[in-house]
């Protein structure tokens, strides 16, 4: 483990779980850098239409 | 895009991960960073470069069902919402002639000299969350996926189904664009199969997501359709998963119990025929319109070639190694791992992964917490209070997303007659910072007091807006927005002239609600920065070893005198980990954690506050004290079914699965000697009374056979089940147990079980699903694989005002996004509390309680105030009404029976104004007096 540790957590991946976790991670006092592989975050989820059991978009 | 907007979050596309470097802390993370060739500071996503680009390709968002340009944005609603250019189709990247975006695109956003570049980022942890790949299904081909236009892959029947698919969510036969009559789904193609190239494990989620297309396409053909669904075992072990299988059979979808032997296209290319056994061995053909392949899920190369260069230790399915008692934790420190990356698994299971891996990330760094974010700081607010209204009103064009229907420069010159009104202005784009900027310069320059933004919705932009005015020194509730987008130009793109006019009656209606609005506080309350920890099994144990990593107190309340729960009965983990090893290890670890309080015999006798300050009084033999706490985390975990019938209790040949995992940790000699074990499924589970699946029960049970066999290879082990549901990489020990010779028969629960004691053994007898008869076993001992079942009513859903539902597990507040969430803020939930599942799933679910509940207790005060409800006591009667119908349980009734609402709990939803008949509540922003106002404003001519 560092001595200086960094305050800044870095997330690799796009889709629900990264994005969940580089909010939660914001949320929780760092800074977060979100990697995407693609032009734009969302993952496979944004490709469902809609979810169970919901019927929620899955936008 | 909540991500997009956050502040503290910076988001790189086109960005690959290539090494990371350094100790846990301090890694340095080398990023490549691939060409958008658009300048994402200019591009105003207007959609010139796309529609004028010359060359169409495959759209992999709509799996290659439609094309998109090679200048695109994935979806209309990408974040960010910037084109790009795809150099890998690109007719000038490609062959160096075209340039047609670069010469039209309005802005001059086009870069297509841009290089790919790399850059290095300093950080203390890494989260992760690669995602997976679905099964392709044209690598072993059976099912005629790549010639037959009517075979497609269950992600490809999603967009099919989606209004923004391919056909605008209209059902048909890719083949010849008719409705299909006839739809079957296949499932565990590329899953539980043995096949080159296919998975050998279970992918978990595409039985409920067969359940899920089956419906919706039945409710696409107004019930008008035939939906039959193959499958092994139907795995709907989820939570309300089982729900959804029965009522998908009670309307009428055929599940059909079945491997099908083969699928042959029908002369002509737009029917399929399919060939399948029923039992006792009946051969069946019947002819389908379209088949979808439920594809499983698995690794891809960009998920390998980034597992290798971190040097992370994989198991033999290609995903990392984890241990059930730390779920997201991956070989290499400072490197966690979650979501399909780390193999197969539902939704909310992802969900809970992604927040237990930023709390576990977050406690690793919490020396350095807050060092690198920053907070909006509040600015001096003019006081407006009786000035005359002067409204702005900023009339925004969009791009020509709203100004190439609606004619803006009427609707501005309209706004600019309406009454209040003392300026109005057009933007291209009003959301963009230099239009920001203006507004507010002249919102101080005219000294105006309120503002109507009219461009597009108040759920994505409002905040944005609102800032601006908190930065112009306006305070933010003085502000109003007209959707002209989606409500006129969108909607009635086919008529610009009705579209106009709506505008201007949605400003105008905008405007007179404005001319009302008055100022409105919010307040700063502190947070307390304890956190309560109801229950001490794995999952309280979980959050409250991640809350005091982070560095918070804990108040950790056990209602028996030890800590451990349930687990502490289990032998092994599906995957066969020592439970008591690993929750003595965990034991310890709390017990010593000078963070950690622990409470041991102590029930909570009151409970009072709300997030930020809650107050719980308990009693334990230490007498009563009250916790002061700023969030609290339910982990009170659930019971085991006492079964009746079976002769359980009345034969020492019978036992429950527990017991037996005790014995079997005892190394009982009269488990050695029991030659023939049964093991009965499903005991008071899945039936109508209980319609959950207990989800743990098959797992535990096909475990605990391995380890009788192990312990007695002679014995005679079988396992009578209705669907053998090891889910995920469990399916790993279904497959061994198969090869020790472990036998498993599928019964039918809706006839007879039948259980009688001889002198020496049971005689058992049950219908044979398989063989359609009756079959007997002579057994010297029987398990039953009990139900999992939970308090009800349990005291703590009404001491912290939390819902339970109709099986009496904890209802969280969303089932797919907000999975341990409640709807009261500040109240947390995991474990066995919240549904049935594996140990594995209670942890990384504990740990995400700990990370949700932290973002809590990292905020230095709450605001308090703003759009919420206010009583006028003078007219309130007392009858209650709103008390009982407010979602949020935010209104209480006073010493003299007059209602009360708790500015911290209230949402500003409106129940209780509507509620009430003697008008005393009032919401401001929405009184009687700006719906009225907004009212007269549209019937004025």
């Known amino acids: 483990m560092a001595k200086d540790v960094i305050g800044a957590i870095l997330v690799v991946g796009g889709g629900i779980t990264g994005m969940q976790a580089a909010l939660d991670a914001a949320e929780g006092g760092f800074k977060v850098y979100l990697l995407e592989r693609t032009s734009s975050i969302g993952g496979t989820m944004s490709q469902l239409d809609k979810t169970f059991p919901t019927n929620d978009c899955a936008m | 895009m909540e991500v997009g907007r956050h502040p503290n979050i910076e988001l790189l596309t086109l960005a690959e991960l290539l090494t990371v470097e350094g100790e846990p802390g301090d890694l340095r993370a080398r990023v490549l960073r691939h060409p958008r060739y658009v300048d994402t500071q200019a591009c105003i996503a207007c959609g010139v470069c796309a529609e ?30 910037k084109y790009a250019i795809d150099p890998d189709h690109c007719i000038y990247l490609q062959k160096g002639k075209c340039r047609a975006c670069e010469k039209l695109c309005p802005t001059g956003a086009i870069r297509l000299d841009e290089k790919p570049s790399e850059i290095e980022l300093r950080v203390g942890a890494v989260v992760l969350a690669l995602g997976s790949r679905p099964y392709d299904p044209a690598q072993e081909d059976d099912y005629h996926y790549v010639s037959q236009p009517n075979v497609v892959t ?22 010849d664009g008719i409705e299909p009559a006839k739809v079957a789904w296949i499932q565990c193609v590329g899953s539980r199969s043995q096949h080159p190239g296919a998975a050998s494990y279970c992918s978990s989620a595409c039985c409920t997501i067969a359940i899920k297309q089956a419906m919706l396409a039945r409710e696409h053909a107004h019930g008008r359709l035939d939906a039959a669904i193959f499958y092994i075992d139907m795995r709907t072990q989820g939570k309300n998963a089982e729900r959804y299988f029965n009522r998908a059979q009670d309307q009428g979808v055929r599940f059909i119990k079945s491997r099908v032997g083969s699928l042959t296209p029908e002369p002509g290319g737009h029917a399929l025929r399919l060939r399948y056994t029923l039992p006792p061995g009946d051969l069946k053909e019947e002819v389908f319109d379209l088949v979808v392949l439920s594809v499983g899920s698995g690794t891809g190369p960009e998920q390998r070639k980034l597992s290798a260069s ?25 490197v966690f791992a979650g979501g399909c990356f780390r193999g197969p698994k539902d939704i909310p299971t992802s969900v809970n992964n992604a927040s237990a891996a930023a709390g576990l990330a977050a406690g690793l760094l919490a020396s350095a917490r807050n060092t690198l974010v920053s907070r909006p700081r509040a600015a001096a607010l003019r006081e407006v209070a009786g000035e005359p209204a002067r409204i702005g009103v900023f009339v925004c064009h969009c791009g020509s ?38 507004m507010a310069r002249v919102v101080q320059e005219k000294g105006l007091n309120r503002v109507v933004v009219a461009a597009c919705t108040p759920r994505t932009h409002e905040p944005l807006f609102q800032q601006t005015l908190e930065t112009a020194g306006l305070n933010k509730y003085l502000f109003e927005m007209a959707n002209i987008r989606n409500q006129c130009s969108w909607v009635h793109g086919d008529d610009p002239e009705a579209a106009t006019a709506k505008a201007e009656s949605l400003v105008a209606m905008a405007v007179g609600k404005a001319g009302l609005l008055e100022p409105l506080n919010e307040s700063d309350m502190p947070v307390n920065r304890a956190a309560l920890v109801v229950g001490g099994g794995l999952a309280g144990m979980a959050a409250s070893l991640s809350l005091a990593k982070q560095g918070y107190v804990v108040h950790l309340v056990e209602r028996s005198n030890v800590l451990g729960g349930h687990a502490l009965g289990l032998g092994q983990t599906g995957s066969g980990e020592d439970v008591r090893e690993n929750l003595e290890g965990m034991i310890r670890l709390v017990t010593r954690d000078r ?38 985390i339910i982990a009170c975990g659930a019971g085991e079914l006492r079964p009746e019938g079976y002769l359980y209790g009345k034969s020492p040949r019978v036992l429950t699965n527990l017991e037996l995992d005790r014995r079997l940790g005892d190394e009982d000699p009269q488990l050695l000697e029991a030659n023939r074990v049964v093991f009965l499924q499903c005991v008071g589970s899945r039936i109508p ?18 380890r009788l066999k192990e312990a ?15 889910y995920g990489l469990r399916e790993d020990i279904y497959r061994e147990a198969r090869a020790e010779d472990i036998h498993f028969i599928r019964y039918d629960h809706e006839q007879p079980f039948t259980v009688e004691e001889t002198t020496d053994a049971l005689e058992l007898g049950f219908q044979d699903w398989v063989l359609s008869r009756r079959l007997s076993i002579r057994a010297d001992l029987l398990v039953l694989a009990t139900a999992i079942v939970p308090e009800t009513p349990n005291p703590l859903a009404q001491l912290y005002k939390v819902p339970q539902d109709d099986d009496g597990f904890f209802q969280e507040a969303h089932p797919k996004l907000r999975p341990v969430d409640f709807a009261t803020d500040g109240v947390f939930v995991c474990g066995l509390a919240r549904a049935p599942q594996s140990m594995e799933e209670s942890v990384s679910q504990a740990q995400a309680a700990a990370a949700r509940a932290a973002a809590i207790l990292n905020r230095p005060s709450l605001k308090v105030g703003g ?72 019937v004025r001519p």
Do not use: W
Request: proline letters at 6%; charged letters at 20%.
């Open chain 2, 52 to 81: 004028k680009c010359p060359k169409k390709v495959d759209d992999e968002y709509q799996m290659g069902l439609a094309k998109r340009k090679a200048a695109y944005i994935k979806f209309s609603q990408a974040v960010p919402l």
């Open chain 2, 154 to 175: 269950s992600l490809e029947f999603e967009r099919m189904l989606s209004a923004t698919g391919p056909n605008m969510g209209h059902l048909v036969k890719p083949s």
């Open chain 2, 310 to 334: 971190l040097g992370l230790r994989m198991d033999s399915h290609g995903f990392p190694e984890f241990s059930a008692f730390a779920p997201v934790v991956t070989s290499r420190p400072g």
């Open chain 2, 401 to 438: 997303n709203i100004a190439g229907v609606v004619d803006c420069p009427r609707v501005a010159a309209h706004a600019a007659r309406l009454p209040g009104v003392a300026h109005v202005e057009e933007y291209r784009f009003a959301c963009s910072q230099d239009a920001q900027a203006q």
């Open chain 2, 595 to 632: 963070l950690v309080r622990v409470h041991l015999g102590a029930s909570i006798i009151k409970a009072e506050g709300f997030v930020g300050n809650f107050h719980t009084t308990i009693n334990s033999p230490l007498g009563e004290e009250v916790l002061e706490h700023g969030v609290t």
């Open chain 2, 689 to 706: 009374e209980r319609p959950y699946c207990s989800k743990v029960c098959c797992i535990q049970s096909v475990r605990n056979a391995l």
């Open chain 2, 712 to 726: 007695n290879p002679q014995a005679q082990v079988f396992v009578v089940n209705r669907d053998l549901r090891t």
């Open chain 2, 867 to 938: 759009v919420v409800a206010r009583i006028k006591k003078s007219a309130c009667v007392g009858c209650g009404v709103c008390v009982a119908c407010c979602p949020y349980q935010a209104i209480t009734q006073d010493q003299d029976g007059k209602a009360e609402v708790n500015p911290v709990t209230c949402k500003g939803c409106g129940t209780c104004v509507a509620s009430c008949r003697s008008g005393a509540p009032d919401l401001p922003g929405f009184s009687n007096a700006s719906l009225l106002a907004q009212i007269e404003a549209l």
